[in-house]
């Protein structure tokens, strides 16, 4: 009885530092950045690892008064490009923790 117990404190320590690895794991994400582009660089989205746009980049050649349109196509392709960079960082980042585990909706 004595050694189960034993063996559910080791594995609640083990836990426990799980969590705190994977709580900073979460701070760093926020600290690094992303970059989606489209229209071959002319429009340029950065975003952190937790999805916040934190600049979005347009150049000049690219506003065209009487083609709004294809320049949010443009906002809107870097954006989720950007978008799609954090999920991957994220999954890289915090997939180290699940290994093999397939938790829906963790991450």
Not at 10 to 24: F, I, N, R, S
Not at 26 to 41: D, F, M, N, P, S
């Amino acid at each position: 009885m004595m050694r189960g117990m034993g063996n559910m404190q080791k594995m609640m320590k083990q836990m426990q530092k799980m969590q705190k690895d994977m709580e900073k794991a979460q701070a760093e994400l926020a600290e690094k950045t992303v970059e989606g582009t489209a229209g071959g660089g002319m429009v340029t989205v950065i975003a952190n690892g937790h999805k916040q746009i934190l600049e979005v980049k347009i150049k000049e050649e690219v506003v065209d008064p009487e083609d709004i349109d294809m320049l949010q196509d443009l906002v809107l392709a870097a954006t989720n490009d950007a978008l799609k960079k954090v999920d991957e960082l994220t999954a890289q980042t915090m997939g180290q923790f699940t290994k093999g585990l397939n938790i829906p909706g963790l991450f």
